[in-house]
């Protein structure tokens, strides 16, 4: 058997600063300290803990398998941990994400949003991985699109033979607990009609056609349908594997050139511009928001990520760049505009995604009041 390395990104909204705003150091702090311990114990080989707004990210590169029963209790324990912090310290949101008791040797389904990728290292590895507040899993739909299917976007489709006969997309439909599988470029437009619904259908891994190489993974959690009511929008996370063969991290980073819209902002109830970000630009503030999103590069090593000398892992902070400020700056134009509109949609989500709201209740209390027309 080949040797395996395997990339764990599980993140949690174990309580934040200031409302749901930003992670403070001393959770993080938390993060950092169980990590070191594991990876000192060899149960990891890397980690790099860091922060998206309101959620706690532990990146964590392993030999142990996706959905390994130890790695998924290091997270857990970890957030736990950190979720009594941030109670003691009277954090807002104290274990907003941690919706079950008991660890029964799986983290998903519990709260915290999971993003696995098992690999066999090529030569040289770039991974890139991206996580988002203030927003939901289908905010990747249309990214993981372009880069992998839209020719417009990603160069290579059309020009290296290695990605000759494209992608194929792992659809899940979050409502029924089904997924499905398809082929692009022979079954674009039947991809497009789902994962253009994007609150429904949720793009959850890629693979190259040809040969099953792994090339995306991404969480697909809808915390509300867990916890059976709304607790919050689920800030998703994603792995992506780039060059040599797949696309470039060039052209993993070029739907970013331009903002999107994507369900959650305030109150997970309002369509908003994603803003990509750099870490220290990782917090949410107006109106919540706007939604951001930050993307990490890194080299998958010996079954670890690459370290310098001082043996720290290296994180490029891809979206700490100037070439996305054209973005930055549509996101808050777009921003302003939509505020305008108050809690008129579009600006607002339709009704059947905003469990968060008093219309059920503003409908019964006009009830005897309402007249047949
Ligand atoms: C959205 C989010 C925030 C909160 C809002 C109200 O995912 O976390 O926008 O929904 O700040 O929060 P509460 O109800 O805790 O006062
Ligand atoms: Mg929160
Ligand atoms: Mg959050």
């Known amino acids: 058997m080949p040797k395996k390395t395997t990339i764990s990104l599980i993140k949690c909204d174990v309580g934040s600063l200031a409302g749901h705003h930003v992670v403070p150091k001393p959770l993080l702090d938390v993060g950092e300290k169980n990590l070191k311990v594991a990876k000192e114990n060899g149960l990891i080989n890397s980690y790099y803990v860091f922060n998206v707004g309101d959620d706690l990210q532990l990146l964590m590169v392993h030999e142990k398998g996706e959905s390994n029963s130890e790695i998924h209790q290091l997270a857990w324990n970890t957030f736990q941990e950190a979720a009594n912090k941030a109670m003691k310290l009277k954090l807002y949101g104290a274990g907003q994400d941690l919706l079950k008791n008991a660890f029964s040797g799986n ?12 690999i066999e290292e090529r030569k040289s590895d770039p991974i890139v991985v991206f996580a988002a507040d203030k927003t939901s899993a289908g905010s990747f739909n249309l990214p993981l699109f372009r880069i992998f299917a839209d020719p417009m976007n990603t160069a290579g489709l059309i020009i290296d033979p290695e990605m000759a006969g494209g992608f194929k997309f792992e659809v899940v439909d979050a409502q029924e607990g089904k997924k499905v599988v398809l082929k692009c470029p022979e079954e674009m437009y039947e991809l497009i009609a789902l994962i253009g619904t994007v609150e429904r259908y949720i793009v959850s891994r890629v693979w190259r056609a040809r040969d099953d190489l792994l090339c995306a993974s991404s ?136 469990e968060y709201t008093t219309l059920p209740q503003v409908i019964a209390k006009l009830k005897e009041r309402f007249q047949p027309i």
């Open 107 to 118: 983290i998903r389904g519990l709260g915290p949003g999971v993003a696995e990728m098992e």
């Open 219 to 354: 969480s697909v959690t809808r915390l509300s349908l867990i916890a059976g009511k709304y607790v919050g929008k689920d800030d998703p996370v994603m792995i992506v594997r780039g060059q040599h063969g797949l696309p470039a991290v060039g052209e993993i980073l070029a739907p970013f050139m331009h903002s999107y819209l994507v369900a959650g902002w305030m109150r997970g109830s309002h369509w908003g511009p994603i803003m990509p970000v750099g870490l220290k630009d990782a917090r949410c503030t107006l109106f919540d928001g706007p939604p951001r999103m930050v993307a990490l590069g890194l080299q998958i090593s010996n079954g670890g990520i690459a370290c310098d000398d001082e043996g720290k892992p290296m994180i490029a902070d891809l979206f700490a760049d100037p070439a996305f400020d054209l973005s930055r700056k549509e996101t808050l134009k777009c921003a302003s505009m939509l505020r305008r509109m108050g809690e008129f949609e579009p600006a607002r989500l339709s009704v059947e995604s905003m």
